[in-house]
């Protein structure tokens, strides 16, 4: 079984500073693209950056300049770098991955979610 384990986010001020990471773990034969995204209430989820496994990254336009996507591939972890906050980036974030399992298959999974706060 394949768990996605987000820890990080909490609550910032605007202006500041948070950090996110996403470990894979479980049993699988490798991580190719992997994201997060983030849901505020009453709005529909969506993508915020993206990143290839050999790197290549794309944001959303409400974040370029302020958050930075990465990716450990030998310890299978996934960050975002969220800085000069904005009460906006409110939401609850999520971690998403397209895992290749050992029947050569790409999965879809989730993490469960961090609640991001930020104070104006």
């Known amino acids: 079984q394949v768990l996605l384990v987000q820890s990080g986010g909490g609550l910032g001020q605007a202006g500041g500073s948070l950090r996110l990471s996403c470990a894979a773990s479980?049993?699988?034969?490798?991580?190719?693209?992997m994201g997060w995204y983030r849901q505020a209430p009453g709005q529909q989820r969506e993508l915020v950056a993206g990143i290839t496994r050999g790197g290549s990254t794309n944001y959303a336009d409400s974040v370029k300049g302020r958050f930075t996507i990465s990716r450990d591939n030998n310890k299978n972890i996934l960050y975002l770098q969220m800085d000069s906050l904005k009460p906006e980036d409110t939401a609850v974030y999520y971690c998403n991955a397209h895992i290749q399992n050992l029947m050569f298959l790409i999965e879809t999974y989730w993490g469960k979610g961090t609640l991001v706060t930020v104070s104006s």
């Open positions: 479980g049993t699988f034969l490798r991580i190719d693209d």
